[in-house]
């Protein structure tokens, strides 16, 4: 954070060169190819914060501060869930930061499913209160603006816990959401489907590859980070020396294990609080299975199973047993992936772009959890120079007709 520009975690320069589009058009400088989409848009939030703080910030200062915004409503979201469930076991506190707050969605730089995964957070946190409905409306209507994976989780849970809790009346609070919903389908559809993203890359059913896929999407999920190059080499293994980079990936590997372990305990163990957990368990499940039959694309969003994968084990974090042993290592362990996936972050961001060499390792371990954090690295300079004129994500508020 303390380099001259944002960290730039794969994704997250499109989203701060968007929100410097946006500042431009709030200011009356509209840029030639782009124009705004002309119905609501479940990726705004970020755009929109961000081309906000540009209005009294510089642009890399309004990259670092929505960081900044991400963390507070991570650390409170945490809190707010944490007294609704009594789930403040030491353990989990220490595990979130690594395995959650900064896991590898967030080096992607997906900080809009991040944050719609926090508010989810809140919206839980809320329902078991028994908030009012209006507060749960409005809550339901930003996290449908700030990701749409995260609003259809909301959703599902708002939706089970009605149900489950005889309390049908309060599904109305997710009419706003669902017309929000219904008017983006309405206008993307109609407009030729601007949002569609990349091409799904045709993994079958039952087959090999797409079975290889979902054991890969979970575990890699909640641990080490694998810092790559542009051509998908390891910089990790450089930085870290071959022996500690194949421990730690030994070690996440084991953590992803452990977690999933806890939930399956807490999934079949007999409920021991009246039926309290049974809206939990029902929602914990259907996240899990729909992450493992989803395809690796769909409607232009890629790898939306492990979107959900998150959701549920970072949901379910607050209900199962961390006084085991298994709980305590998991906490240990997250600590060290958090400080060495900061450290390598860190180290990348302040030199020059280091080149990772071919080794003569596997290639599923070269590759486990890799993230190349300088792919999209340009759209800085991009602004830097003034040459608004760069394709970004199809997903946000903009569409571009070159």
């Not at 992607?108 to 209160?129: D, P, Q």
């Not at 890699?220 to 870290?240: A, I, K, P, W």
């Not at 549920?312 to 290592?329: D, E, L």
Request: hydrophobic share 50%; net charge positive.
């Amino acid at each position: 954070m303390a380099v001259k520009n944002p960290p730039a975690f794969v994704d997250f320069p499109d989203w701060v060169y968007q929100g410097f589009l946006l500042h431009g058009w709030m200011a009356g400088h509209h840029v030639a190819g782009y124009a705004l989409k002309r119905y609501a848009v479940p990726n705004s939030t970020t755009t929109v914060g961000l081309g906000l703080l540009d209005t009294v910030l510089t642009w890399q200062w309004a990259g670092k501060a929505w960081i900044a915004i991400y963390i507070l409503l991570a650390g409170f979201a945490t809190w707010m869930l944490s007294k609704a469930t009594r789930g403040s076991d030491w353990r989990l506190m220490v595990a979130l930061p690594g395995s959650v707050f900064f896991n590898l969605d967030f080096w992607y730089g997906h900080i809009s499913f991040e944050m719609g995964m926090f508010l989810t957070f809140l919206l839980v946190a809320l329902m078991i209160r028994e908030a009012s409905s209006v507060t749960l409306s409005l809550l339901l209507v930003l996290i449908f603006f700030t990701h749409m994976e995260a609003c259809a989780c909301a959703l599902l849970f708002l939706g089970i816990w009605s149900w489950e809790k005889k309390q049908l009346r309060r599904l109305w609070v997710g009419v706003p959401a669902i017309l929000l919903t219904a008017w983006y389908a309405v206008g993307r559809f109609s407009s030729g489907n601007p949002d569609g993203g990349m091409a799904d890359v045709g993994y079958r059913y039952g087959s090999k590859t797409f079975i290889i896929y979902k054991v890969n999407t979970y575990f890699r999920t909640f641990g080490y980070v694998n810092v790559c190059d542009m051509q998908g080499h390891s910089v990790s293994e450089l930085f870290l020396g071959r022996a500690l980079f194949v421990l730690l990936i030994a070690a996440s590997l084991c953590v992803a294990a452990l977690i999933i372990w806890l939930m399956l305990r807490f999934l079949l163990e007999p409920d021991e609080h009246n039926g309290s957990h049974r809206s939990i368990k029902i929602f914990l499940v259907a996240l899990l299975a729909l992450s493992l039959f989803l395809p690796h694309t769909i409607l232009g969003t890629a790898d939306p199973g492990s979107r959900l994968l998150l959701m549920a084990v970072a949901i379910g974090s607050y209900f199962v047993r961390w006084n085991r042993p298994a709980g305590t290592m998991i906490a240990c362990l997250s600590v060290l992936f958090c400080l060495v996936n900061l450290y390598q972050l860190a180290r990348v961001s302040r030199g020059p772009l280091v080149q990772g060499r071919q080794k003569d390792l596997p290639a599923a371990i070269l590759r486990y959890g890799h993230v190349e954090p300088a792919i999209r690295v340009h759209l800085y300079k991009a602004i830097e120079q003034g040459q608004m004129d760069q394709i970004v994500f199809t997903s946000g508020l903009f569409t571009q007709s070159r």
